[in-house]
């Protein structure tokens, strides 16, 4: 009987759950054992993997954070260390493994598909920054979370007639920025794949004051500087009383939205089909709303491209 295992790993994103039950319960359709293995990697080696029924992943789809728990593993870059990991999954007859996260910890599924263990990855983070799928499992629960939190600090912006400056996550990625900054209408998006000329924001700031606008959004992605930095930087060539927000690890939480739900049990379902067809060595993903599936190697060999559509639509709509 074919037996797979499932991990999340990195940092945890919002339909993590749906993702995981999506594996489990497909798997046991299939007539096959699963397994969950719990903190990421970091359970791989301490063989902390324990047989999931169907019923373990109930009542979970609708939570944010991941069941079987996550954790950074910096050791798994060392074959020995990773040796240790198979050699857990062996004992139990296991020869199959879903992972579910982010660029890093598809690079320790990589490495694993080569030493000998069927894997699979699946696309779970908030930063959408992997390339083989338009959208990554948690994008669309934080960008609402973010969405929301503009939308009140953009009231509180009104009052007061000040200027905000909102720092949101994504790692070296500026999608959440992006999508955010177009959906909760910001004047200004700074995004780490376009160069960022302060001077000129201050000067669009400038311009808006003179036509009379007394409040104004940026949204500043962490990957170009902190909010702080960005106050600061402003104020070299504006005098301008600036408020920032770091929307921090709120930006993770949450119940996952019905797409990061569906999208979750498509993409962990899909993952199972592979394997089940002694496919491996690939990430699975949603492209133009089909699945499919782009080989690791080819995953990191592209670089992370922004929609330069929409970041042209984002200036267009904000003038
Ligand atoms: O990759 C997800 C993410 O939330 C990034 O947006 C952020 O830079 C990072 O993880 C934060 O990591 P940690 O939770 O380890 O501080």
């Not at 699963?34 to 990421?40: A, D, E, L, P, R």
């Not at 373990?56 to 991941?66: E, F, K, P, W, Y």
């Not at 870059?77 to 579910?100: A, Y």
């Not at 000329?197 to 400038?206: C, F, G, H, L, M």
Request: with cysteine; glycine share 12%.
């Amino acid at each position: 009987m074919k037996k797979i295992a499932v991990l999340t790993s990195g940092g945890d994103a919002p339909g993590m759950n749906a993702a995981i039950r999506s594996v489990v319960r497909k798997s046991i359709f299939e007539g096959f054992e699963v397994y969950g293995v719990f903190q990421g990697y970091q359970g791989l080696i301490n063989d902390n993997i324990k047989q999931l029924e169907l019923g373990d992943v109930g009542d979970i789809i609708q939570r944010g954070g991941t069941k079987l728990y996550s954790a950074r593993c910096p050791e798994f870059k060392t074959p020995e260390v990773r040796q240790k990991g198979i050699e857990n999954l062996k004992k139990r007859g296991i020869d199959s493994l879903v992972v579910i996260g982010g660029d890093g910890s598809y690079r320790g599924a990589q490495r694993l598909n080569e030493e000998g263990i069927n894997t699979i990855g699946v696309p779970g983070t908030i930063d959408n920054d992997i390339n083989g799928t338009d959208y990554t499992i948690g994008f669309d629960t934080a960008l609402n979370t973010i969405i929301d939190a503009v939308d009140r600090i953009r009231d509180t912006a009104t009052s007061h007639e000040r200027t905000f400056i909102i720092e949101v996550m994504g790692r070296d990625a500026g999608d959440l920025a992006l999508w955010a900054g177009v959906a909760g209408g910001a004047e200004t998006i700074l995004i780490p794949e376009s160069k960022t000329d302060i001077k000129a924001v201050a000067e669009r700031i400038e311009a808006g004051m003179s036509r009379g606008k007394k409040h104004s959004i940026i949204i500043v992605a962490e990957g170009v500087m902190s909010a702080a930095e960005c106050g600061d930087e402003l104020r070299k060539y504006i005098n301008v009383d600036t408020r920032e927000s770091v929307l921090g690890h709120m930006q993770r939480g949450g119940k996952p939205t019905g797409s990061d739900r569906v999208l979750a049990s498509r993409l962990g379902a899909y993952a199972v089909d592979l394997l089940k067809d002694n496919i491996s060595g690939y990430a699975v993903g949603l492209e133009k709303n089909e699945m499919s599936k782009t080989s690791f190697d080819e995953v990191f060999q592209k670089e992370h491209v922004i929609n330069e559509k929409l970041y042209q639509l984002s200036k267009e709509l904000s003038i």
